[in-house]
């Protein structure tokens, strides 16, 4: 399996169950979305306006993904609204595409335009890092089945990590499919750091 065959598979509706763990503050959030993917060919023109972007020569692209998503976390204020979408590019090395650049509209960990790097790994898991000013970011997908993905990601910046993710994400209209009900304790988002951007590639 290369880069773009995995997009392809996880092309469709997703509900996602994550769990970001504030590594600082030593506390959990629970928090639920809807995520859709759809693949982009390599001549699409978001996939062109990505490369020129990024000053890459477009036909070097293997394709890419648009994914939009909306979301809620259990500390969430009134406010606060995990609903945006975004598009990233695969950009394979020379006779090898199982890895390359990965071009995106959007980071992980800051929300500006980044590029990165991406792999697949034995057990063909995509593998994303991605290295900001400020911090780095390591995120990685795999399938258990057809109908059910799971992410991992984690965060550091400048003296250590600062937080670790889990998403269990199953296919909308799948068998396995279910609603989960999310237990909060208010209490424990105290001194939870504000500016908790939580979105992913694949899905926030």
Request: charged share 25%; hydrophobic share 35%.
């Amino acid at each position: 399996m290369d880069a773009m065959e995995f997009f392809e598979l996880s092309a469709g509706k997703w509900r996602s169950q994550r769990t970001t763990h504030h590594l600082p503050f030593r506390r959990a959030e629970s928090g639920e979305s809807e995520i859709t993917v759809g693949t982009l060919s390599a001549d699409h023109p978001r996939v062109v306006e990505i490369c020129q972007l990024h000053q890459v020569e477009p036909s070097l692209a293997a394709g890419g993904a648009l994914v939009s998503w909306q979301g809620t976390m259990a500390w969430d204020k009134t406010d606060e609204n995990h609903q945006d979408s975004t598009v990233m590019v695969l950009v394979p090395d020379l006779g090898n595409s199982r890895q390359g650049n990965l071009l995106r509209e959007k980071g992980y960990a800051e929300i500006v335009p980044v590029a990165g790097r991406y792999l697949m790994d034995d057990q063909d898991g995509l593998v994303l890092l991605t290295e900001y000013d400020t911090m780095s970011s390591e995120e990685r997908f795999s399938f258990a089945s057809e109908d059910l993905r799971m992410r991992t990601s984690t965060v550091k910046r400048f003296g250590g990590f600062s937080t670790a993710s889990f998403c269990l994400e199953t296919r909308i209209g799948s068998d396995i499919d279910s609603s989960v009900s999310v237990d909060v304790n208010p209490k424990q988002a105290l001194d939870v750091p504000t500016n908790r951007q939580s979105y992913s590639i694949l899905g926030w």
